[in-house]
């Protein structure tokens, strides 16, 4: 009796190889699952999310509608605050005490700013850096300037302020300073310098560049066109 044996196909071995992976990879997921499923009980420890946010904050200062002089006085309002927007948003105070006038001299503008910024924050905050802006030539224009030596605007109040606070630290609550005579530079505008020793008693100098003003209202004016250390190299560039 003749015995014929017919080979297994290439087809129906791979459907047996990948029917045998597909009860393995069931088998890996049934246990991953059953893995993930587990839960682990809360220790005494720990809290949940909702019980964090039961709890009441403890303040470790007074909130600012009681620590602000602006706000401490101002009746609730209808959203049930009292901030008036005094200290978060300088531009909604009126104009400085302090600014340009006909009857000052270069000398004059010098020291009116320098006293201004030794005391920033009287009568209220940033003040002095308010009076800096209002002396300020290129104050509120889009074109580029070197106020500070490099090249930047000074359209906004709020930029001016923070570029004014890091660069001009040393002259915030200084001790003292002295202004030295007033100099004409070669292309027209006045050279001020003025060494100031700041609040820890290092004394450094520094050059303000004036300019009369020939417009705007403050014409006829002194002003402030550039404000650095006297030893930047800035200075003779610009």
């Not at 000074?154 to 202004?179: N, P, R, V, W």
């Amino acid at each position: 009796m003749l015995t014929i044996k017919i080979p297994r196909s290439s087809h129906l071995q791979r459907s047996h190889v990948n029917s045998s992976r597909c009860l393995r990879n069931e088998s890996t997921v049934s246990k991953t699952c059953n893995y993930k499923a587990r839960s682990f009980p809360l220790s005494d420890t720990l809290k949940s999310a909702e019980q964090i946010l039961e709890e009441p904050i403890q303040r470790e200062r007074r909130p600012t509608s009681e620590e602000c002089p602006f706000c401490a006085d101002a009746p609730i309002k209808e959203n049930g605050k009292k901030c008036v927007g005094v200290c978060r948003n300088p531009q909604n105070v009126p104009g400085p005490l302090v600014f340009p006038h006909e009857m000052q001299t270069a000398e004059d503008a010098v020291r009116l700013q320098l006293n201004a910024i030794r005391d920033n924050n009287i009568p209220r905050m940033n003040h002095g850096v308010q009076v800096l802006y209002e002396y300020a030539v290129e104050a509120g224009q889009m074109e580029r300037a070197r106020y500070f030596g490099w090249s930047t605007d000074l359209y906004h109040f709020d930029h001016f302020m923070g570029k004014a606070l890091s660069t001009f630290s040393d002259l915030l609550d200084s001790q003292s300073y002295e202004i030295m005579p007033a100099q004409r530079m070669s292309d027209g505008r006045t050279r001020v310098r003025a060494v100031v020793e700041n609040k820890v008693g290092e004394k450094s100098e520094w050059t303000f560049v004036m300019v009369m003003r020939t417009f705007s209202k403050y014409k006829g004016c002194w002003a402030t066109h550039r404000l650095m250390r006297s030893e930047s190299s800035y200075l003779e560039q610009v």
